[in-house]
């Protein structure tokens, strides 16, 4: 067993962000992740944040475009709160040292360069390079590694919630992935910051996720009782690489499409304003792919994103301003300034998820979740630049108040009464009750799951102790 305050469950940028601020305002802390500290969609993030910082912007045009591009099904009050957020958010990731291109060069006193994202009014995309979520995660890996009161837990995924006689959350069962074994923590408020659900892969569709993103958060929220909203809603973002089929699913990011690059069909045809919302934008590729029109090589189907045009028409932008774009050319074994990108649609992002409040609290008392894990904000689509500030924004309040409860009374009973309440409800429904979940990993990972029965019972002491 262990103790803390405040168990984090999620390694990426929503979690990092929640773990920093409920420990700078005094909380003890553990961060379990399943993979290693970062490992999460936070570093595929390339094309940059959104914040209204221009002078021919605001924070109003900031929540109007985001409710027209979620079809005005989000939470106005969560988005209004994001929004109103996106200043500080910037001035806050600028304090713990992240880089942003600048207009110019000077390194002091310099204006954020400003580009405009797909489906919005006014430039206000912030970025660093074509590789903002990695920068950004860069500063925040430091920031947790260098605080004393987060203790981070690498390859430990969380496998149930806990409750407590009042079904409230009470803590997690963590396993272990390198010495096999479980480790029950109670905690006075758990925050689950666990990702998507691409690596499921809906459709059948290839995915730009990380391997962890199985959705196993949702599972664990649903099953303790959270309820959820647009469960059925997911982006597809529109240009995923289609050829070579090992690489089927990567990204393209919207960077390239910010900077003028073309989609054009089987026909040379351009056939969608690339600046449209990426629902707008995948729509016409499934289109022009489904009636004929596209690109067919080697069995993958797709258009082209022409980035030689792009090349020609700005030199040099491939080589200073896309310098990610280039590394991934490289590993599809082409020259992006010669032969352009066949592209697909790619399974990208869940935009429904866990009902929260504008702390990230859900119905379920001790329990909050935030990014992408959460429902409410983006509606039924969700804007380029608003997952970044999305995460750090109700990160940082679900941190706040979370540190809420930071030495209160632990619940006097905590176990898995919810679960067996739920086989329950099952059976009274006549469902399967064979099913396993939550699930850590896609099926073709191939890991071996199962428990180390050749552990000793000293070694497994020993182990729990160390972590603890």
């Keep these: 067993m262990a103790t803390t305050d405040v168990l984090v469950v999620g390694g990426g940028g929503a979690g990092c962000a929640a773990a920093l601020t409920a420990a700078r305002q005094g909380a003890k802390l553990i961060l379990a992740t399943k993979l290693r500290l970062g490992d999460s969609n936070t570093v595929m993030a390339e094309g940059g944040i959104q914040a209204a910082v221009g002078a021919d912007d605001s924070p109003q045009l900031h929540f109007e475009d985001t409710l027209r591009a ?24 600028i304090q713990l040292g992240m880089m942003f291109d600048l207009e110019d060069d000077r390194p002091l006193g310099g204006k954020l360069l400003r580009k405009k994202p797909g489906g919005a009014s006014a430039a206000r995309i912030h970025s660093y390079r074509d590789y903002t979520g990695l920068e950004m995660m860069r500063v925040l890996r430091e920031a947790v590694d260098l605080d004393p009161g987060i203790s981070v837990w690498n390859r430990c ?21 390198e010495w096999r074994s479980f480790v029950m923590v109670r905690a006075r408020s758990v925050i689950l910051a666990t990702g998507g659900a691409g690596r499921l892969h809906l459709n059948r569709f290839p995915t730009s996720n990380h391997y962890g993103a199985t959705a196993d958060g949702l599972v664990l929220a649903y099953r303790i009782g959270a309820r959820l909203r647009e469960l059925d809603s997911f982006q597809y973002h ?24 073309k989609l054009v069909n089987g026909k040379g045809e351009r056939f969608v304003d690339e600046l449209k919302a990426r629902d707008v934008v995948a729509s016409a590729i499934l289109r022009e792919c489904g009636e004929g029109r596209g690109i067919e090589r080697d069995g993958q189907v797709g258009v082209f994103l022409d980035t030689p045009a792009l090349e020609r028409d700005n030199p040099g932008i491939l080589e200073k301003r896309l310098v990610t774009l280039r ?4 590993k599809c074994g082409h020259d992006p300034a010669k032969e352009p990108f066949l592209v697909y649609p790619t399974l990208h992002y869940q935009n429904g998820g866990v009902a929260i409040d504008k702390h990230g609290a859900t119905n379920v ?22 997952a970044l500030l999305d995460i750090l924004s109700m ?22 009464g919810h679960v067996h309440a739920w086989q329950r409800e099952l059976t009274m429904a006549g469902l399967r009750l064979d099913s396993r979940a939550p699930q850590l990993f896609p099926d073709y990972a191939h890991f071996d799951l199962g428990a180390d029965a050749s552990m000793r019972p000293a070694q497994r002491a020993r182990h729990v102790a160390g972590i603890r």
Aim: with cysteine; charged share 15%.
């Design 70 to 93: 979620g079809h005005f099904c989000a939470d106005p009050d969560l988005v209004a709160q994001m929004v109103m957020d996106g200043p500080d958010v910037i001035r806050w990731l």
């Design 157 to 177: 995924p969380t496998v149930e919630l806990l409750s407590d006689e009042r079904g409230q959350c009470a803590g997690a069962v963590v396993y272990n992935l």
């Design 238 to 261: 529109p240009t995923g690489i289609a050829y070579p089929p090992h690489l089927a699913g990567g990204l393209i990011p919207e960077a390239a499409r910010s900077a003028g690059a």
């Design 327 to 330: 590394h991934l050319a490289h």
């Design 365 to 386: 008392a001790g329990l909050l979740c935030v990014g992408e894990l959460s429902g409410g904000i983006h509606g039924r689509n969700r804007l380029m630049g608003n």
């Design 395 to 416: 990160g940082r309040r679900a941190g706040a108040k979370a540190a809420e409860f930071a030495g209160s009374v632990l619940s006097g009973r905590a176990g898995i």
